[in-house]
């Protein structure tokens, strides 16, 4: 069984080949097209911030929290931390020395309180919002952020910058355009096989309740082949009243299960037989 299962997997995999992958085609052009278009919003990087920062949290725990007088300490005492730095490098103190001794990221605090470049678009609104204000070595005054109290400083910015469409990126779109037409072109191929299908349903089974079905017999044929049985059918039942958010599932219903979901391997086997991959 476990040999016949692997065998037939391999079948699928061959007829996705034959029939899907081999007739997709991507042009040049296509790839020319889709880079223009999408240039600015997917081909651009973002002028980047290099920064610094010194963070002080807010530190509240979850009995805090609840008691609004304890959190109001908790920011006070937290904001007057960050003042006494911030005070300490407007005279002129090494803003890096400083991070080392009172940030409290551990992350970045043995670098002096560098992140490193931080891109537009992809930085904590109220960084962006910051940065913007400030010249090169300029140091902001404290804000506040969901992380706690932060001095920034940034010291260099490089530009936006467009990607120029290089091998590795024509390579790359390539793989994505193939990728997006081999999907289109797979639910057509299964649109179109189940077509033509001939489908059989065991009605005065699946007229019955599941309760009293014994053994396990075929609920769908497929051209002349009996392809889904009794269990398998009754397994999915529940998780497809749940899908469709209904209390009992109509005859119709069933059907569709049936053809569009459970039979689906079994359709495929029998397209992969008709075209001959399986003398392959």
Known sequence: QREEKYSLEHLLDLLFRKEIVE??????????????????????????????????????????????KKAKQAEKKALE??????????????????????SQEDGTREKGGELGYLPRG???????????????NEISKPLK??????????????????????????????????????REK???????????ANYVFNEEVLNQNPDSVNGDPWVLSIDNQDTVKFLKYRGELEPYK????????TLEDEKKLLVDKISLFNLLVLAARRGGYDTL
Not at 33 to 57: A, C, D, G, M
Not at 153 to 161: A, G, H, I, R, V
Not at 186 to 196: V, W
Request: no cysteine.
């Open 145 to 182: 952020t969901k992380f706690g109290y932060h001095i920034l400083k940034y010291t260099d910015k490089k530009p936006s910058e467009v990607v120029e469409l290089n091998k590795d990126l024509i390579d790359r779109i390539k793989s994505s355009l193939a990728k997006d037409k081999q």
């Open 242 to 249: 749940q899908y469709l958010q209904k209390d009992d599932l």
């Open 81 to 102: 931390k960050i003042e006494s730095v911030y005070q300490r490098v407007k005279k002129g103190e090494d803003f890096a020395a400083l991070a080392r001794q009172y």
């Open 122 to 136: 992809r930085m904590l609104k109220e960084f962006e919002e910051q940065l913007s204000t400030l010249q090169p």
């Open 23 to 68: 007739k997709v085609q991507v042009q040049d052009s296509e790839i020319t097209v889709f880079y223009n278009e999408n240039r600015e919003k997917l081909f651009t990087k973002p002028e980047q911030f290099k920064v610094s920062h010194i963070l002080i949290k807010i530190e509240t725990d979850t009995l805090q929290k609840g008691n609004s």
């Open 186 to 196: 797979a639910d057509d191929y299964i649109l179109d096989q189940k077509k033509r």
